[in-house]
């Protein structure tokens, strides 16, 4: 590993298969013209932890692959691209990283001043440079998608940057996280986590006699809290899981349920792809990593949809099949609403549920899982 480039992580790699599927979906949506005829006068992109633009291997980094599947995209005659329209947002801290990246966008892409979107490259911190570049380009009371993609380093503060973003109109943000990240903070920075959660009386040091897997999962559930406060009405957590590698987790924020329902197709496209996987980080005790493949065991219902199932008609001892499939949608990482049929026909095919009334299961039946189940 050099200091300026670096080797594509299988976790990366599968993370940007993500990606690339969300934002060809996002796109369209933001910029094609309405069925009323209404054009978003403008629409950013924001790549907080830009990277060099490239890997070891060759392989290009988002920024490269970003700009390349926006300017070649299937409906790009109907987004109407424009300069003072569509804006593209990288910033990078390391001046090495920095440099490459401006030489990479320029050697694949030409001069960017003569491209049909406006790219904008800025050497500097994240967590300084993100408000005052969204009100330099004017971005603010138009959609944002905002990346803090750091590996890791999950530096940005809550207030007042997640929270600007949150309460701007059709703003999303995806946020990631190493798995030790929180962990050598509570020791080492304290004040640091108390930026990321917005205040100390927000988060709690770990538990020492807990597990590790235990650990991220309080300190997964108390950054999603974090992005609720801030102001987003949904926010969902997941784990990217490698064929090989290390998992990376993160946190998809938006205030749309369009917006579920997009990250979640992007996901469905991909998933089991390359044997990669998107697991929910709450669920215990399922199936371990490679011995399911959702998309290829005919006839099968994922553990981990049962177990999410159970875990909510433990919290909430009657529901509908209605409440329950929109449950699956806002709450989980990757079950929709159509998922909740088949996990409370198992369910009750094996004697764990009651459905009411019997007979043929509706949206209003309702669900309540029996004792000991």
Same mark, same amino acid.
């Given at each position: /590993?050099?200091?300026?480039?670096?080797?594509?992580?299988?976790?990366?790699?599968?993370?940007?298969?993500?990606?690339?599927?969300?934002?060809?979906?996002?796109?369209?949506?933001?910029?094609?013209?309405?069925?009323?005829?209404?054009?978003?006068?403008?629409?950013?992109?924001?790549?907080?932890?830009?990277?060099?633009?490239?890997?070891?291997?060759?392989?290009?980094? %988002?920024?490269?692959?970003?700009?390349?599947?926006?300017?070649?995209?299937?409906?790009?005659?109907?987004?109407?691209?424009?300069?003072?329209?569509?804006?593209?947002?990288?910033?990078?801290?390391?001046?090495?990283?920095?440099?490459? =990246?401006?030489?990479?966008?320029?050697?694949?892409?030409?001069?960017?001043?003569?491209?049909?979107?406006?790219?904008?490259?800025?050497?500097?911190?994240?967590?300084?440079? @993100? $408000?005052?570049?969204?009100?330099?380009?004017?971005?603010?009371?138009?959609?944002? =998608?905002?990346?803090?993609?750091?590996?890791?380093?999950?530096?940005?503060?809550?207030?007042?940057?997640?929270?600007?973003?949150?309460?701007?109109?059709?703003?999303?943000?995806?946020? @990631?996280?190493?798995?030790?990240?929180?962990?050598?903070?509570?020791?080492?920075?304290?004040?640091?986590?108390?930026?990321?959660?917005?205040?100390?009386?927000?988060? %709690?040091?770990?538990?020492? %006699?807990?597990?590790?897997?235990?650990?991220?999962?309080?300190?997964? +559930?108390?950054?999603?809290?974090?992005?609720?406060?801030?102001?987003?009405?949904?926010?969902?957590?997941?784990?990217?899981?490698?064929?090989?590698?290390?998992?990376?987790?993160?946190?998809?924020?938006?205030?749309?349920?369009?917006?579920?329902?997009?990250?979640?197709?992007?996901?469905?496209?991909?998933?089991?792809?390359?044997? /990669?996987?998107?697991?929910?980080?709450?669920?215990?005790?399922?199936?371990? $990593?490679?011995?399911?493949?959702?998309? %290829?065991?005919?006839?099968?219902?994922?553990?981990?949809?049962?177990?999410?199932?159970?875990?909510?008609?433990?919290?909430?001892?009657?529901?509908?099949?209605?409440?329950?499939?929109?449950?699956?949608?806002?709450?989980?990482?990757?079950?929709?609403?159509?998922?909740?049929?088949?996990?409370?026909?198992?369910?009750?095919?094996?004697?764990?549920?009651?459905?009411?009334?019997?007979?043929?299961?509706?949206? +209003?039946?309702?669900?309540?899982?029996?004792?000991?189940?």
């Amino acid at each position: /590993m050099s200091d300026v480039l670096w080797e594509l992580q299988p976790a990366t790699a599968a993370k940007h298969q993500l990606y690339k599927r969300y934002l060809d979906a996002w796109w369209p949506i933001m910029l094609q013209p309405t069925q009323r005829g209404y054009l978003r006068p403008r629409v950013t992109y924001l790549d907080a932890f830009a990277g060099p633009g490239r890997y070891l291997g060759g392989e290009e980094g %988002s920024p490269i692959f970003v700009l390349d599947r926006l300017l070649h995209h299937t409906a790009v005659e109907r987004m109407q691209l424009r300069r003072d329209r569509v804006r593209l947002i990288f910033t990078e801290n390391d001046r090495a990283r920095f440099e490459h =990246l401006s030489a990479e966008l320029v050697a694949r892409f030409g001069d960017l001043d003569a491209l049909p979107v406006t790219v904008i490259v800025r050497h500097g911190d994240a967590a300084r440079l @993100t $408000i005052p570049l969204l009100s330099e380009f004017g971005a603010w009371l138009h959609p944002i =998608l905002a990346v803090f993609d750091s590996w890791g380093n999950v530096n940005i503060p809550l207030s007042p940057v997640i929270t600007s973003i949150a309460r701007n109109q059709s703003s999303e943000v995806i946020v @990631t996280f190493g798995p030790n990240w929180f962990s050598r903070r509570e020791g080492e920075d304290p004040d640091q986590l108390d930026d990321v959660f917005g205040g100390r009386e927000f988060w %709690s040091p770990s538990d020492p %006699s807990q597990d590790t897997d235990e650990r991220w999962r309080n300190w997964l +559930a108390t950054y999603r809290a974090a992005l609720r406060r801030a102001g987003f009405a949904h926010q969902l957590q997941f784990m990217v899981v490698p064929r090989t590698g290390q998992p990376l987790n993160l946190v998809f924020g938006t205030n749309h349920e369009s917006g579920v329902e997009a990250i979640k197709d992007a996901m469905w496209k991909v998933d089991g792809s390359d044997g /990669m996987r998107f697991l929910d980080p709450r669920v215990r005790g399922a199936v371990p $990593i490679g011995q399911l493949d959702l998309f %290829s065991s005919e006839g099968m219902v994922d553990p981990e949809l049962l177990e999410l199932v159970r875990q909510h008609l433990t919290d909430k001892p009657l529901t509908t099949l209605e409440e329950l499939g929109k449950w699956l949608l806002l709450e989980t990482a990757r079950w929709r609403a159509m998922h909740a049929k088949g996990a409370v026909q198992h369910l009750h095919g094996e004697g764990q549920v009651v459905i009411e009334p019997s007979g043929r299961i509706t949206k +209003a039946s309702t669900v309540r899982l029996l004792k000991g189940a």
